[in-house]
């Protein structure tokens, strides 16, 4: 099973803020990897697949880039909204796996 | 616009069983991958399992804790997807969701997601 880690944990920033999380793969995914946010009492949101390509309705503000078993999930200047929990996902190998989370809150 | 609903969660004992439900509209369903993914209290995300289209074979997979468990089955006529879950243990507690699979090439990403339904064992 691929392991995928997300570091930070938790990134406590101010809106207007530039936010950078990492995830890294156990073994290589080639470009096989998502992210997803998700707000307390909602379900996942697609944001980034295939490393690097927003989903449908996603801001520019978020971008996607990396490959192999190292990707950063960037969003460019944090929104009041993007304050959530974000997930990346691989799905080079069954099982699907995703990594623990970076928690995004406000300073 | 696409709708993704699940039901049939609520509280049952360990070692019983429960049906959820999952319905989807909008999309052409016979050519989907349908998946479920549950999340434990304040934990992260977990893939349970997936079934393919009739078309890439109709086949299903699972992850291994619930392997031999738990059971996914679609009726195409009704556009619905259903999660068959025995020998439930306390640690299946979660929050379980449907969801679309979808991507070129190995496997999947999820990209229509529904609200979910809470699933309790618990004695």
């Known amino acids: 099973e691929i392991v995928l880690t997300q570091s930070p944990a938790t990134l406590s920033l101010s809106p207007g803020e530039r936010a950078t999380l990492s995830c890294r793969a156990s073994q290589s995914v080639s470009n096989y990897l998502a992210w997803y946010q998700q707000k307390p009492g909602q379900a996942p949101r697609l944001l980034i697949y295939?490393?690097?390509n927003r989903a449908t309705g996603i801001p520019v503000r978020f971008s996607g880039s990396g490959s192999g078993t190292d990707f950063t999930l960037t969003i460019s200047s944090l929104e009041p909204e993007d304050f959530a929990v974000y997930y990346c996902?691989?799905?080079?190998?069954?099982?699907?796996?995703f990594g623990p989370g970076t928690k995004v809150d406000i300073k | 616009e696409v709708q993704v609903v699940e039901s049939g969660g609520g509280l049952v004992k360990p070692g019983g069983s429960l049906r959820l439900s999952c319905s989807a509209s909008?999309?052409?369903?016979?050519?989907?991958?349908m998946t479920w993914v549950r999340q434990a209290p304040g934990q992260g995300l977990e893939c349970v399992g997936h079934?393919?289209?009739?078309?890439?074979?109709?086949?299903?997979d699972y992850t291994a804790p619930v392997k031999g468990r738990f059971t996914i089955f679609r009726d195409d006529s009704q556009n619905m997807v259903y999660l068959h879950m025995g020998s439930l243990k306390i640690e299946d507690t979660a929050m379980y969701y449907c969801?679309?699979?979808?991507?070129?090439?190995?496997?999947?990403?999820?990209?229509?997601w529904g609200q979910g339904t809470v699933v309790t064992v618990s004695p």
């Open positions: 996902q691989q799905r080079s190998n069954w099982p699907v796996t």
């Open positions: 909008g999309l052409t369903f016979r050519n989907i991958w």
């Open positions: 969801a679309r699979g979808t991507g070129r090439g190995p496997l999947y990403h999820f990209d229509y």
């Open positions: 295939d490393a690097f």
């Open positions: 079934i393919k289209s009739e078309a890439d074979g109709g086949t299903t």
